[in-house]
């Protein structure tokens, strides 16, 4: 069956610096990522492949370990996997870094242990993951044509995309509790001398002078935070600046949580540029168990066009044989991005 004129001409890839490709696990997202980047890096563009995905399989389909650094895999390609549990130590050690230079050494011990609470916390690890993304999308425009995001399954990257308005909340309220320690100080002053002195504990919590080294140090941490996340949330609703590529398989589990993430990405205004349907069977005779295969699947395509009639969709053939290494994605990428097209 003809499945769309959509996949006549591919991706219709504007001058969007930051792409997200997500999906249901193992619908091939990765791979999809992988070629599209490689493809473009091939056009000239420098492009940085980033996965967020803690199960990291970018190493694998570029046949080479990539890690939690920049990489160069190809010419204009990097490569970068994010670590979530690494993200964390280094966020909880700058913290740790801050606090000991604000607070007096017989307090070092309560910050360890509070920060080992901390590590532990629900939504500790999805909270360094947003921040190093938040950091990539805010500078890797300024070194990069393109970044790519290989995401986590779709309820995590939705999650994920939900934070940045928590998270600035957070900061709002501990800017706010800060204040009224600054209002109760110029009280406090006033009325005698300042309580607490010589108490180890209430060191942390003792008014401090509106405009002295320490309050001054810690509304700058809030505020960077709140200004990066406000700035990522911006460029994530930017439709010139971002957009997110669906990838799924034509089967039931898939179209379902694509069809749910459309929904809730649409509700928040997310940019769609696509939906890649992978693994399609070609038209080829194929025997009579894969004719029920493909009889199955004609329905699935069927669903897919009339649950989704108004989005593009770029439909990926299945292969015969796994798709690793450079010249495996570069055909991928052909079927993203044909040739005849020029991104813009």
Not at 68 to 78: C, G, K, V
Request: proline share 7%; charged share 30%.
């Amino acid at each position: 069956m003809k499945a769309s004129a959509a996949a006549d001409h591919g991706l219709r890839l504007g001058r969007q610096r930051i792409l997200f490709v997500g999906g249901k696990g193992g619908v091939g997202k990765t791979t999809t990522a992988g070629a599209l980047a490689l493809t473009l890096a091939d056009r000239g563009e420098r492009c940085i492949l980033v996965s967020t995905d803690p199960a990291h399989s970018l190493g694998d389909l570029f046949d080479r370990r990539i890690g939690d650094r920049e990489l160069a895999i190809a010419p204009n390609l990097w490569g970068l996997e994010i670590d979530p549990e690494g993200q964390v130590e280094q966020h909880l050690d700058q913290v740790k870094t801050t606090m000991r230079d604000l607070v007096k050494p017989d307090l070092y011990p309560e910050i360890e242990r509070q920060m080992s609470l901390t590590r532990l916390s629900p939504g500790a690890v999805e909270a360094a993951m947003l921040e190093r993304m938040a950091q990539l999308m805010i500078s890797g425009g300024e070194r990069y044509d393109r970044v790519i995001f290989d995401t986590a399954p779709t309820g995590h990257t939705l999650r994920l995309l939900s934070l940045p308005e928590i998270m600035a909340a957070w900061t709002d309220g501990l800017l706010r509790h800060r204040n009224r320690s600054d209002s109760w100080n110029r009280a406090l002053k006033k009325l005698g001398p300042r309580p607490g002195v010589g108490d180890d504990i209430s060191f942390l919590d003792a008014p401090t002078e509106p405009g002295d080294e320490q309050s001054a140090r810690i509304r700058e941490v809030l505020l960077d935070r709140r200004r990066k996340f406000y700035q990522a949330r911006r460029l994530l609703l930017e439709p010139g600046t971002s957009a997110f590529i669906l990838v799924l398989i034509p089967e039931k589990l898939p179209i379902l949580e694509s069809r749910k993430a459309v929904a809730s990405l649409d509700e928040v205004k997310v940019p769609i540029l696509a939906l890649v349907v992978n693994r399609v069977l070609p038209s080829e005779p194929l025997g009579d168990f894969l004719e029920q295969r493909r009889q199955q699947e004609a329905a699935y395509l069927r669903e897919i066009e009339s649950l989704f009639p108004d989005r593009d969709r770029v439909y990926i053939p299945l292969l015969p044989r796994d798709v690793v290494g450079m010249e495996n994605l570069r055909g991928i990428g052909r079927w993203l991005l044909p040739p005849a097209v020029t991104p813009g």
